[in-house]
């Protein structure tokens, strides 16, 4: 590992345990105590209000399943997180799928787990990409690359449900604003990535504007430091230009790939569970609601804001109250819950492969201080 790579490597890890360290145990327990009122919240009153759905009649509903329904199902969401390695093999060149799945799941279990735990997420990939040898350059430019593609799709998905309801005849007003919001947004990240790999000089320019804003948000925040934005712009030009040249094509069809496996999952729990009368637009447009409200960090994966905003998307459509319900609350089961169970054992497995780490390899935390 290069002096460079130490000094690239330092700065990333360096921001996100100086994001970590900056919370101190009072405001985690105000954060926790936050996200788990909201959580309480939106079970007990709002998804009952906006649904008109009883949990016990939602239980009922899932337990109509077959063994060979669950089975089904368990396979296409698996389905869905191997297509998702493929996103981070095309970002990480050198990383197999087996390893991908193992990262992923680990990162996603912490994620789901706290709430804003986005960083903590971010962390877990580093710690155990660098184990196996990866530069702590090349994981910091994966995240950032998988993490635009991401929010490329999630930014798409309105306007793409908006012309599925549109050709379908089922248009309804109500993915208009998401939709033109969607687009906005989409067009000016895309407009900004696309200047910053057009030229030196434009991403120079980008970062001077980042910066400016950035600081002036964490002196309203009053945050002590500030991270260096026109560095990171500047970095990740350099550091991607290679990487998207010769692989952009092969993460957009993993990405896609992996989305639309995951709306197969949610359209087949309402098959299962009997909601025939939604449309497949109806049930991909309240997969974009799912995918969106994901991001809201106030509960970790936006748990309960996510149910509450899916399920009553598919009841505005006409879908039947308990088992449209049952339905979000059975695909939010597998994308969610499982994932955490699953990302336990992901740990075991990382923890307990030795033959996978490199010796003498730095890890992100030597790197750190280095």
């Not at 360290?21 to 007990?44: D, G, M, N, Q, Y």
């Not at 063994?67 to 199902?73: A, H, N, R």
């Not at 025939?276 to 409200?293: C, K």
């Not at 936006?302 to 998307?313: H, K, L, M, T, W």
Request: glycine share 8%; aromatic share 10%; proline share 3%.
């Amino acid at each position: 590992m290069t002096d460079e790579d130490l000094t690239h490597g330092g700065d990333a890890v360096a921001a996100i345990q100086s994001e970590l360290r900056a919370k101190s145990p009072l405001r985690r327990a105000i954060e926790i105590t936050l996200s788990l009122s909201v959580v309480v919240l939106f079970f007990v009153f709002v998804i009952p209000k906006v649904t008109g759905s009883e949990y016990s009649k939602i239980w009922d509903e899932i337990q109509s399943l077959t063994v060979t329904e669950i089975l089904i199902l368990t396979a296409i969401w698996f389905s869905a997180m191997l297509a998702y390695t493929g996103v981070l093999t095309s970002t990480l060149p050198g990383l197999t799928h087996t390893k991908a799945l193992v990262v992923n799941f680990a990162g996603s279990a912490v994620s789901n787990v706290f709430p804003f735990g986005g960083a903590l997420g971010v962390g877990a990939t580093y710690a155990i990409d660098s184990s196996w040898g990866f530069r702590a350059p090349a994981i910091t430019l994966s995240i950032l690359v998988s993490g635009i593609w991401n929010i490329f799709a999630k930014l798409g998905m309105p306007l793409v449900a908006l012309v599925l309801l549109l050709v379908s005849g089922d248009a309804t007003g109500k993915l208009v604003a998401p939709a033109v919001i969607g687009v906005i947004a989409l067009g000016t990240a895309a407009t900004v990535v696309i200047l910053i790999l057009r030229s030196e000089k434009l991403a120079d320019r980008i970062g001077k504007i980042g910066q400016i804003i950035v600081g002036k948000l964490f002196r309203l925040a009053r945050r002590s430091s500030t991270p260096d934005v026109h560095k990171s712009v500047l970095d990740f030009r350099h550091q991607s230009i290679g990487l998207l040249k010769t692989q952009w094509w092969k993460i957009s069809i993993w990405a896609a790939l992996f989305y639309s496996i995951q709306f197969l999952l949610l359209f087949a729990c309402l098959r299962f569970l009997g909601v025939d009368n939604i449309t497949l637009a109806q049930a991909f447009a309240a997969f974009t609601v799912a995918r969106l409200l994901e991001t809201v960090p106030i509960t970790p994966s936006g748990v309960g804001i996510v149910e509450a905003g899916a399920a009553s998307a598919l009841v505005s459509f006409g879908g039947d109250h308990d088992a449209a319900t049952a339905a979000v609350f059975l695909f939010r089961g597998f994308i969610y819950l499982l994932e955490i169970p699953v990302g336990a054992l992901a740990w075991v497995v990382w923890a307990t492969a030795k033959s996978w780490r490199v010796q003498n390899q730095p890890t992100a935390k030597s790197a750190a201080t280095t």
